[in-house]
């Protein structure tokens, strides 16, 4: 990760961070200003996909209640105004935004799901098949048997390393502690692309693929971001979000190292914002610890949750309130950040 999220704190410099917002401590680089409570213009923006290829964004933050799924589904949703193509992922095992999209019956459906695409070489280019239409983005949702995802790439993860030498186990041996991981379904150093194999299967084409990640670090944390690159963060503006900030840098850091990646900085969503003196610190130490990236606010709205109820964005839900704003902002960071010159035009 880009700035903070390739940094490696040491017990010092974490103390450091948590006095961040009152000092002039800062992750300097001359790359790119982006557009952000900050201000500005974004310039000298670096293109992060191939021509032809969807945009990848993992929503991430493995501490819960900060409204990731929420971000999500905005983001999501700002993305489609805008004119964009947008393919959600719903890489939760409990499902949150596949229920934030009105999809719950989905999460209930049989076999092949997204379970199978991810854990079964048989079903890798099953996804096409899991894809549901959502009249603001086409929906890849979760299922009851990704709660076995974990487990299953956990496996997957670890007969890989066996068959490189890596682990003393037999692959073997290790793959029947599975349900569908097999040694000759794995294959390279490593088992952290198994969602990467399953989006390039897909025979749709996308502007965007957002993936909402688990509310925990794991494999299948992993695998999201690694088929992503990017993150987006959402966080608090509380105290508590100080340690869910350096445990994301110690994830990706390792992540980095395994799969000899590099993990890029969207920006960040400051959630639930309200008007208090720790909110404000917060957002303080927010601008200085992701000095190089956006950080948006998103204030605390009722409308959001009753969107979410209804089963889509606040763009379609009451596009009058006043975050649809935020999140359009969020959408055109990321059109420059990925090279994307214009909106398309929309038809009225």
């Known amino acids: 990760m880009r700035a ?12 450091r961070l948590r006095r961040a917002a009152a000092t002039d401590f800062r992750f300097d680089s001359p790359e790119r200003i982006f557009i952000s409570r900050k201000g500005g213009v974004a310039s000298n923006v670096v293109t992060r996909r ?3 290829v969807p945009a990848r ?26 004119g964009r193509d947008v393919l959600l992922v719903d890489l939760d095992p409990q499902g949150n935004a596949t229920e934030g999209l009105g999809l719950q019956e989905a999460y209930d459906a049989a076999p092949p799901t997204l379970f199978d695409a991810l854990t079964d070489r048989c079903h890798r280019e099953a996804l096409d098949d899991v894809v549901i239409s959502h009249p603001e983005m086409d ?21 890989a390393r066996a068959k490189a030498g890596g682990v003393a186990a037999d692959p073997t041996a290790l793959s029947e502690l599975a349900v569908n991981v097999t040694p000759d379904g794995v294959s390279g150093p490593h088992a952290l692309d198994a969602l990467d194999r399953a989006l390039v299967g897909l025979d749709r084409e996308y502007d965007y693929v957002v993936v909402d990640s688990p509310p925990f670090y794991g494999k299948l944390t992993d695998t999201g971001i690694y088929a992503a690159r990017n993150v ?35 920006g960040v969503v400051a959630n639930r914002v309200e008007t208090t003196r720790e909110d404000e610190e917060m957002l303080a130490w927010f601008d200085a610890v992701f000095a190089d990236d956006p950080v948006w606010e998103v204030r605390k709205r009722v409308a959001l949750q009753r969107a979410f109820s ?19 902002d969020v959408a055109t960071s990321l059109d420059e950040q990925f090279g994307f010159a214009h909106p398309p035009e929309i038809p009225t």
């Open 57 to 82: 964004v993992c929503v991430t933050n493995a501490k819960g209640g900060t409204g990731k799924t929420t971000v999500a589904i905005n983001v999501a949703g700002a993305l489609n105004r805008r």
């Open 232 to 266: 987006l963060v959402p966080a608090l503006a509380e105290a508590t979000s100080e340690r869910a900030v350096e445990l994301l840098v110690d994830q990706v850091t390792a992540l980095e190292a395994q799969a000899d990646i590099a993990v890029e900085t969207l």
């Open 4 to 15: 903070a999220m390739r940094w490696a704190p040491t017990a010092g410099e974490r103390s």
């Open 310 to 328: 209804a089963g889509e964005s606040l763009f379609e839900y009451d596009d009058s309130v006043d975050m649809t704003e935020v999140f359009l």
């Open 50 to 52: 191939d021509a032809g």
């Open 139 to 159: 929906v890849v949702p979760s299922n009851i048997d990704m709660l076995g995802a974990e487990r299953e790439l956990t496996v997957a993860d670890l007969v």
